[in-house]
């Protein structure tokens, strides 16, 4: 991507080699929008049944079938998922944060070394870094805030979600040293 860059000054000329590079290794830049995307309704869901309870309708069951009287939204006899949770808040946003921390690249160059006075880092790299700085660090205060003040079981899922997204990034990176090793 920096070669073509460095390569092609003009933007179109560079937007089309980028979609050469990523026709040519197969990828795709927006698959990552695809789980985003699958997961909001889970989310809008998780809220509106636990915000507005659930309600067990008997004319849809089988005869033989009680209907329960009372339904407990209460996860392992502890937090009541309907109801605001600031453990699961700050555990929602620790968990982004490590996650966060896990996905972003590794930068092995801290500190430029400048080879000439012409040379400076442009401000498409300076704004990257600054994108980057503020998803792993603003992105899990503000996701812990949201799954505070929404209802617990919305801060369960996400913090679920992000504990297997941490657990299958330490198995890739775990998979990954072995072979290059």
């Known amino acids: 991507m920096k070669k073509i860059k ?21 990828t795709n830049p927006f698959s990552g929008c695809l789980v985003v995307l699958l997961q909001i309704p889970v989310i809008f869901a998780l809220y509106y049944v636990f915000y507005k309870g659930v309600v067990v309708d008997k004319s849809i069951i089988y005869p033989f079938i009680q209907a329960p009287e009372i339904l407990s939204t209460k996860f392992l006899g502890l937090i009541d998922l309907g109801q605001k949770s600031l453990f699961l808040g700050v555990l ?4 982004q944060f490590v996650q ?3 996905s972003s690249p590794i930068n092995t160059k801290k ?6 006075k ?11 870094d600054s994108m980057q700085m503020n998803i792993k ?21 996400w913090t679920v979600s992000n504990v297997y997204t941490i657990l299958q990034e ?4 775990r998979k990954l040293s072995k072979n290059v090793i």
């Open 6 to 26: 460095q390569d092609y000054p003009d933007k179109e000329e560079q937007a089309k080699k980028t979609f050469e590079l990523y026709k040519k290794y197969k």
């Open 92 to 95: 929602t946003g620790l968990s």
């Open 100 to 102: 966060g921390y896990l």
């Open 111 to 116: 500190v430029e070394v400048l080879k000439d």
């Open 118 to 128: 012409k040379d400076k880092v442009d401000f498409q790299e300076q704004l990257s």
């Open 137 to 157: 660090y603003i992105l899990p205060i503000f996701i812990g805030f949201v799954a505070w003040k929404i209802s617990a079981a919305v801060a369960l899922y």
């Open 170 to 173: 330490w198995y890739i990176r």
